[in-house]
Every structure is written in structure tokens, then in C-alpha cells.
């Protein structure tokens, strides 16, 4: 077999820089989500693990994305005016977007 004959179909192969900048774009648009919540103070109702439900506005989260603030929480056992919740307890997380 020559070597012009064994053909390698390059069409779906990612070079490590081509993977870079999909990652860097991805994290870019993720960043932009989260700033975008932040700036509309969107009204947020999580669903926790145990089938509970509580209601808030979101105001931030870590760099990492593994935990949450909110203001004005409404949960089960009363409302609080700031918390940090853990993103490993949360199931959904669903914004009410308004224009």
C-alpha cells in the first residue's frame, strides 16, 4: 500500500489549539450568562435534593460554579436575606427572565 493510498479523514480532529479557544469561548459565554443574571436580579427558584423547593434572587457565584448566592430566600423553614447555597445540593435552578 503506498502512502497516498491510506487516507486519514481530518475533518474531525481538534488540534490542542483549536481546543483551547472552544474552552475559552465556552467559558467567555458561561461568564457572560452568569453576569447577566447578576445584573437582572433575576427572581431564581431552586429545587434541592429531598424535593425542596425555595425562591430567591440571584446575586452571584463562585469562579468555580459550585456555589450560589441569593437575597431574599424564601425557603421552607423562613426567609433569609442573603445565603450561599452549595451547587452540589441544588437539582434545577430556574430564572424568570423579564425584559
Request: charged share 30%.
Amino acid at each position: 500500500m503506498k502512502s497516498s493510498d491510506a487516507k486519514m479523514d481530518t475533518s474531525t480532529l481538534l488540534t490542542s489549539h483549536d481546543d483551547q479557544k472552544i474552552r475559552a469561548l465556552l467559558r467567555q459565554r458561561s461568564l457572560f450568562f452568569w453576569l447577566e443574571l447578576n445584573k437582572r436580579k433575576s427572581n431564581t427558584i431552586a429545587r434541592l435534593y429531598e424535593n425542596t423547593v425555595i425562591k430567591g434572587k440571584f446575586e452571584a457565584v463562585d469562579a468555580n460554579e459550585t456555589s450560589f448566592r441569593f437575597e431574599n430566600w424564601e425557603s421552607p423553614v423562613g426567609t433569609y436575606d442573603h445565603v450561599v447555597i452549595r451547587g452540589s445540593d441544588i437539582e434545577v435552578l430556574e430564572f424568570e427572565f423579564t425584559k
